[in-house]
């Protein structure tokens, strides 16, 4: 089954523990993006991925690190989390021709 | 950066009647412009997409219009049911980068 898969789903962590999200699809997709949302705010890109070791950054990329060593995966890294990145985070794929994404189903994401 | 804007927040129609969404973006260079339809508690999923080179796409009770020159585009949808009820958002982008609109609370009474 084509997917994009997320882990974990819920997370609770305390300000400067470092954690990371992982993602990761099956789909051979060239691009990968994170997103999170907040209500009204929809949402924001914070960082992208065209292919294996190159990387770019969205709307909001601070506070965030990420890597792509593997087509499959891409990883976002959260160094000194802090109470203003608690958001549901969206890892997504897309191919190089056709532009869709396809969403994971979202990390909850609480900081305090 | 791109800017996306989107209009109204909330939207309220009639089972059978149509809902208009608009979207207005400012970079020239964005190529793709999708929407997403957001079910409480679920991922976003496409719905319809639309390319810059063309004006004008529809996919059954769906549509979306693009002007160019305006920097606007927007979805339609017709006959509307109740489980069209949801979020849905706009975006404008090209590969890999992706500005989305705040969504569009749109709400279907039986």
């Known amino acids: 089954e084509a997917q994009v898969t997320q882990n974990p789903r819920y997370l609770i962590t305390v300000t400067g523990k470092k954690l990371t999200v992982t993602c990761s699809q099956n789909?051979?997709?060239?691009?990968m993006s994170w997103y999170r949302q907040d209500p009204g705010l929809g949402l924001r890109q914070i960082y992208y991925s065209m292919n294996v070791e190159v990387t770019d950054k969205g709307d909001v990329p601070e506070g965030y690190k990420v890597s792509r060593k593997e087509k499959r995966n891409f990883p976002l890294i959260l160094e000194s989390p802090s109470p203003n990145q608690t958001s549901l985070y969206f890892c997504a794929s897309s191919s190089q021709g056709a532009y869709e994404q396809y969403f994971g189903p979202g990390t909850r994401l609480t900081v305090t | 950066g791109e800017n996306v804007e989107q209009h109204p927040s909330t939207l309220s129609v009639q089972e059978g009647d149509s809902a208009v969404i608009k979207c207005t973006y400012s970079?020239?260079?964005?190529?793709?412009f999708p929407w997403y339809k957001q079910e409480l508690g679920k991922r976003p999923q496409l719905i319809i997409d639309?390319?810059?080179?063309?004006g004008e796409k529809k996919d059954q009770r769906i549509a979306v219009t693009l002007n160019k020159t305006a920097k606007h585009f927007s979805l339609h949808i017709t006959e509307t049911q109740p489980e069209d009820s949801a979020v849905y958002f706009c975006?404008?982008?090209?590969?890999?980068?992706?500005?989305f609109g705040d969504g569009t609370t749109l709400t279907v009474k039986p």
């Open positions: 639309i390319r810059s080179n063309v």
């Open positions: 789909m051979n997709h060239e691009y």
């Open positions: 970079d020239s260079a964005s190529n793709y």
């Open positions: 975006a404008a982008g090209n590969a890999g980068k992706s500005t």
